[in-house]
Antibody, heavy 120, light 107 residues
Framework: QLQLQESGSGLVKPSETLSLTCAVS??????????WSWIRQPPGKGLEWIGY???????SYNPSLQSRVTISADRSKNKFSLRLTSVTAADTAVYFCARLFFSKFYFDLWGQGTPVIVSS | DIQMTQSPSSLSASIGDRVTISCQATEDISNYLNWYQQKPGKPPKLLIHGASNLETGVPSRFSGGGSGTDFTLTISSLQPEDIATYFCQQFHNFPITFGQGTRLETK
């Protein structure tokens, strides 16, 4: 059964770069029809889609974050990553990785989420 | 961006009640609307996709309806395990956007 697990730094200083990785286990990222996404949820608030990387390596980002976001994948290691530069306190959130069923655009599998605090 | 507005923001209901949550889009999104359930400390769980299609394994007391700009999620008979926050999500246009959530509590 496919599972996703986030890992990375839980505390990032303002102006620095947030880096997270999502490990895919129990299956392959290389199966067609899915893209691999990052979504975040600030404390006590709603969900914000950050972006995704598709099977062929193309990416799509939320315009609100596009200038600061990079999503990449290492398919040989079955993992994908998020980099968010120049972070501020507004980037404090729980970050989820998720699988997006591409033809129907629903998130059918989620990691447990990892909290990231931006603070000096 | 398409804004998704859920109502109410919070709802108190009794076990066994029929509960309806609304989600309104700022423009026509056809049926490109999904619903998720999130319990505290957990990731969201997909309930409904394509406005009215029940995800495999989700109890049949959940149903979704609507098209265009107005959508509903209905729980026909509220159960204790349904206490959670519910989110709608549109995928008609990029960026993908979510509603702000409806927190469901028991009376």
């Amino acid at each position: 059964q496919l599972q996703l697990q986030e890992s990375g730094s839980g505390l990032v200083k303002p102006s620095e770069t947030l880096s997270l990785t999502c490990a895919v286990s129990g299956g392959s990222m290389n199966s067609g029809g899915y893209s691999w996404s990052w979504i975040r949820q600030p404390p006590g608030k709603g969900l914000e889609w950050i972006g995704y990387i598709y099977h062929g390596g193309s990416t799509s980002y939320n315009p609100s974050l596009q200038s600061r976001v990079t999503i990449s994948a290492d398919r040989s290691k079955n993992k994908f990553s998020l980099r968010l530069t120049s972070v501020t306190a507004a980037d404090t959130a729980v970050y989820f990785c998720a699988r997006l069923f591409f033809s129907k655009f629903y998130f059918d599998l989620w990691g447990q989420g990892t909290p990231v605090i931006v603070s000096s | 961006d398409i804004q998704m507005t859920q109502s109410p923001s919070s709802l108190s209901a009794s076990i066994g009640d029929r509960v309806t949550i609304s989600c309104q889009a700022t423009e026509d999104i056809s049926n490109y609307l999904n619903w998720y359930q999130q319990k505290p400390g957990k990731p969201p769980k997909l309930l409904i996709h394509g406005a009215s299609n029940l995800e495999t394994g989700v109890p049949s007391r959940f149903s979704g309806g609507g098209s265009g700009t107005d959508f509903t999620l209905t729980i026909s008979s509220l159960q204790p395990e349904d206490i959670a926050t519910y989110f709608c999500q549109q995928f008609h246009n990029f960026p993908i956007t979510f509603g702000q959530g409806t927190r469901l509590e028991t009376k």
